[in-house]
């Protein structure tokens, strides 16, 4: 083999290489970094990670809110109409959470199987809900529920 050949034989390996490091070195980052939605339901049949971080929605259940009269820790119950999850967090919950509305948390589960959720998202304005959330509702039958409830309260 001539020496140029050689040359332009490892630079080419070398391209190689370096390409697949990169590649390996995204996807790594990028599977440590997804946060996979879960309903109430996954959740309490347990396909929802222990030990990864995961994002859980649903509506927010009627008189379940309990706050802590020396921290700032919540612990409030979403359901998707079919299970409900305990979502435990510390910290300032957004303006627009409240009973009844559709949250997203982000969090590991603990061994209880309760959320310690390290950010909480309501939805920004009344006619929106995250996608996940008006999806798990749907095949929960809850949706329906949801928006007569919703009209109700604008009459």
Known sequence: ????????????????????????????????????????????????????????????KEGSVKRSTDSLLVDF??????????????????????????IVALGKLDGEGVLLADEVLAKHDENYMPPEVTQALEQSGMMKHYEDGKQGSKQ
């Open 77 to 102: 119950v979403v359901t998707d109409g079919a299970a409900e999850v305990t979502i435990r967090f510390q910290g300032i919950l957004p303006d627009l959470f409240r009973e009844g509305q559709g």
């Open 1 to 60: 083999m001539n020496p140029v050949r050689k040359k332009r034989l490892m630079i080419v390996l070398a391209i190689l290489a370096g390409t697949g490091i990169a590649v390996a070195l995204a996807l790594t980052a990028l599977q440590q970094n997804i946060n996979l939605f879960y309903t109430p339901t996954q959740i309490a049949a347990g396909e929802a990670p222990q030990d990864a971080r995961i994002r859980a929605g649903g509506l927010v």
